[in-house]
């Protein structure tokens, strides 16, 4: 076989590895996060508003890439379920806020730990050492791969 048929071979393989280990962890994580009434695209807003506080809605549409019609729906979701509110801001009316209610903020303190306990079960394949390394490598391919986009 020529080094480049085992570049490419190796490269599929890679791609097929990658593919079949994300859709394992990404199971347990959407599992995880159904079990609460939530999908992954309210769950990433709901971490998005925790972590970082209020936020445009705009902003928190590219933190959590869906396009801007997509999150004004996601954001209509949660503000029916009381987990949210929006506010205008006060510099530019224009802007339009996203915060967590107080009823949000209590629901993802009780079930972000629950969340992450399963993540990390979903990883325990790996050790700590190897996790670090595995980050390091999949960043440098992340970037490679959209660098090239």
Known sequence: MS???EHEDLSLYLF???SRAYDSVMAHSNRSIQSHGLNSTEFGVLDV???????PLQKI???VLISSG????VVDKLQKK????RRASAEDRRVIYAELTK????????????????????????????KIQ????????????????
């Open 103 to 130: 009823e949000g903020k209590e629901m993802f303190e009780r079930i972000f730990p629950i969340h992450k306990e399963k993540i990390a079960c979903a990883v325990s394949g790996l050790t700590d050492e190897e």
């Open 70 to 73: 997509n999150i004004t729906y």
């Open 134 to 149: 595995a980050s390091v490598l999949l960043r440098k391919l992340g970037i490679t791969a959209q660098d090239l986009y």
């Open 61 to 63: 549409g590219e933190k």
């Open 3 to 5: 080094d480049n048929l």
């Open 82 to 85: 009381n987990l949210l509110v």
């Open 49 to 55: 508003l925790y972590h970082k506080g209020p936020q």
């Open 16 to 18: 097929v590895v990658l």
